[in-house]
């Protein structure tokens, strides 16, 4: 239930009818908007009775929530949300370019991508530390030392980092290590106690799409993260599996205006993981800008040939930056900046 209240209603007001809602044992989260307040019911709202509610003379409008997301659902919120990761923001009118090798390797590798992707204007550097391969003889990730290696690559650039976390257990380690984004792989998007354990801290959370979830199930999510008290979720289209097998998954690109019109969360695009080919990754981001992401993550590799992971679908940091040129002009066009 959403209780949009009249303009010009008092503070004291306010404060009651809210006392009143917590007193039902319904949580109310309260939005001031620029024009009007709006409070968001959540819990057992059989509770509240609405008809009492509307003739106490507050409220211009009752809105029943079908979905059964709350916090993330821009009912609840209309205005885009935007997380702010050291001096950039994500979600406004700037689109996020996050870039990066699939995994960290060694301290040249990432500390070099990591310079040369600033320079060609990335927003922040990606890399894997923690990876969840389909196979236990693959390369599983430089751990702990790739975490420090990230690190570094922070120190030497200014640029925020963002890598994945597979455990509850590592929620300390990437806190105090103060990854400025922590992703949430698709396989790992219906990990439901680490969704909650993400929602009890404030960093930033990537979430991923699962290879096989519906919209509502990953913003459903999104609820458990948000539920625990960390709203700072940008979600992420990474590909789901359909019967092509051409391309390693199907980019699904209605996700974005769908999601747009849902949630109030910002959204990203991941066409390297989607298309699994380095040729796809530059017409997949166009037309990720063009249907409203707000931004992209990427795959850079400075030796795509002799990468550990995902080689195939890695750009060069040259190939990123001519992207980056091109996708200036689509931005433009629908009132993004890059
Ligand atoms: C990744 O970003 O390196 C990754 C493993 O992605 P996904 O979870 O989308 O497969
Ligand atoms: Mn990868």
Redesign the pocket.
């Known amino acids: 239930m959403v209780i949009i209240l009249k303009a010009n209603i008092s503070q004291t007001e306010v404060d009651k009818l809210v006392a009143k809602i917590r007193s039902l044992g319904v949580e109310a989260k309260i939005t001031e908007g620029t024009d009007q307040t709006i409070i968001g019911l959540v819990g057992d709202t059989t509770r509240v009775d609405s008809k009492k509610l509307q003739a106490s003379g507050l409220v211009e409008r009752i809105m029943i929530v079908q979905e059964p997301f709350k916090r993330a659902n821009r009912r609840f919120k209309s205005e885009d949300t935007i997380i702010t990761v050291a001096d950039k923001q994500i979600g406004g009118k700037k689109l996020t370019l996050i870039a990066g090798p ?1 995994s960290v390797e060694t301290e040249e590798q990432i500390v070099g991508i990591a310079k040369d992707v600033k320079k060609l204007g990335a927003t922040a550097i ?1 890399g ?1 530390a923690f ?2 391969r389909t196979s236990p003889y693959s390369f599983q990730g430089l751990e702990l030392e790739g975490l420090r290696l990230l690190k570094l690559a922070k120190q030497e650039t200014g640029l925020p980092i963002v890598t ?1 976390i597979m455990s509850t257990s590592m929620i300390d380690t990437f806190v105090k290590e103060d990854v400025d984004i922590i ?1 949430v ?3 790992n998007m219906q990990n439901f106690d680490l969704l909650k354990q993400l929602g009890k801290i404030n960093k930033p959370i990537l979430l ?1 799409r699962g290879l096989a979830a519906t919209i509502e199930e990953w913003i459903m999510s999104a609820e458990y993260i948000m539920s625990g008290g960390n709203d700072n979720v940008i979600l992420c289209e ?1 590909g789901i599996r359909t019967v092509e097998n051409y391309t390693r998954n199907t980019l699904d690109i209605s996700a974005v205006p769908v999601v747009k019109k849902l949630s109030h969360l910002p959204i990203i695009l ?1 066409p390297s ?1 989607a298309a699994g080919l380095n040729w796809m990754v530059d017409p997949l981001s166009k037309a990720a800008v063009a249907v409203g992401a707000d931004g992209l ?1 990427i795959e850079v590799h400075n030796d795509p040939a002799n990468a550990l992971c ?1 080689g195939q679908q890695s750009i060069t940091p040259k190939e990123f930056g001519e992207l980056r040129e091109k996708l200036k002009v689509i931005a433009s066009v629908v009132g993004r900046e890059v």
């Open positions: 699939c990606r894997g990876k969840p994945e992703q792989g698709a396989r991923k990474r991941d993981h993550i995902d």
